[in-house]
């Protein structure tokens, strides 16, 4: 698995920032207000859509000030005392770096705290939480960032931030900032990709940078250029909540209600969502025995998923939902849960996505088979078709005498071959059968194929 290129190409400057770079002016002002000591504004409340760039601008602005940083996910620590632990500790104003410097505030030095999801507070374990963030900033001689998706929601718990933070708005980003990334980014890896599927991308992406560049890394993964049939699994965003957003939710939830009311905005079928479970249960589950009981819960929905399938009875995916969410969600039972920034694209779509051309040229095989040998196509896929493969590709007599009776294409041919459909021995074995076929609809019968030996090959049956 190549490294995130989310994390590769996040922008190592406020300079570096597309998109939205009024809110970096912003946000570097604020940062310069620190240069002449504690300013009245201690904290910024970096607010806005998923995607749009909050928390790389937080983290340039770290290297920009040349300020050690400490990140917290707010929703993980989600307690009074965890927030005063982390968050509190970190905003002294005499401190050390991550790597042991002493880091003098006299010099300028200083070390930069990071409330990612400061918004999501929620439930009876969260008090406290938003009353903590208050007091860290109204306590802290260090400067304090909080990114939230809903300014609203925390502001109603936590009023006084409005008058004790620095606000910047951070906006969707349109598609020409999109593709200007992308193109970017595609240019560095030495992949060519069509700009229309940088549009393509650009759109689905809905203004959420991240996104856009998790869609492209998906795609190019392994290759050196792109085609339209490769964007074809990259499905329609939701706009209502991104998947990676219900995601954190379904794996963060106290509650089975909870996971399962995570996914009620999504436009999706149960067994997508258990593809994207599925895939995403390892970064989550980091003990062995929350491992397998996540998954235990999984392989249970899949049961009931493959019921609803063979009976037809929609009403079985009510307990595949509540067992993929909250089945897999109260699995956690060691440990803290851990920091996951993003969510990986099920593997299952990237590869159904590449073998559509191959799975296509095989039902078209298994198809004409199954007509003639009088038996079902799954029939054919799952025994006959790996044996007929195997057959033809020993005896060339035989695979012109199969051709010739099912009218076997190029690409038919290629398949059963596992070779190119411009090879040699395909457009040999082509050019043969279409001239028996021309002599066969002059003379008005067939003629039984010979091989070398002379012996008569009889037809399949």
Known sequence: MQDAWTEKYRPKSLREIIGNEAAAHALRNWGDSWADGIPRLKAAVLRGEPGTGKTSAALALAKDMNWDCIEMNASDHRNAVSIRKVAGAGSVSQTFSLDGEFLSSS????????????????????????????????????????????????TRKAPAIKTLAEKVTFRRLDSRSVVKVLKTIAGREEVKVPDSILDRIAENAGGDMRAAVNDLQMMVEGKIELSMVDSDAMGKRNQKMEIDAALRAVFGAKTAREARDATFDLDMTPDELEKWVEENIPLEMLHPRDLADAFDALSISDMYLG?????????????????????VALSRDHGP????????????????????????????????LAAHMHTSRRCINESTLPLVSSMVRNDRDL???????????????????????????????????????????????????????????????
């Open 107 to 154: 010099k300028g030095r200083r070390k930069l705290v990071i409330l990612d999801e400061a918004d999501n507070l929620f439930g009876r374990e969260d008090y406290g939480g938003a009353k903590a963030i208050v007091d860290t900033i109204k306590d802290s001689s260090q400067p304090i960032i909080l990114i939230v998706n809903n300014f609203y929601e925390l």
């Open 307 to 327: 019921r609803t399938r063979m009976l037809q009875y929609y009403g079985l995916w009510a307990y595949a939902k509540e067992l993929m969410t909250g089945g």
């Open 337 to 368: 849960r851990p920091s996951v920034y993003e969510y990986r694209f099920p593997s299952y779509f990237v590869l159904m996505s590449r073998s559509k051309g191959s799975r296509g040229t095989r039902d078209s095989v298994s198809g004409k």
């Open 399 to 461: 695979l012109i005498a199969l051709s010739k009776e099912l009218a076997l294409d190029e690409g038919d041919l290629a398949y059963l071959l596992g070779v190119d459909p411009d090879s040699r021995v395909v457009q040999e074995i082509a050019r043969m059968t279409g001239d028996d076929m021309k002599t066969q609809s002059v003379t008005g019968r067939k003629s039984p194929s010979r091989s070398s030996s002379g012996k008569r090959h009889t037809t399949l049956h």
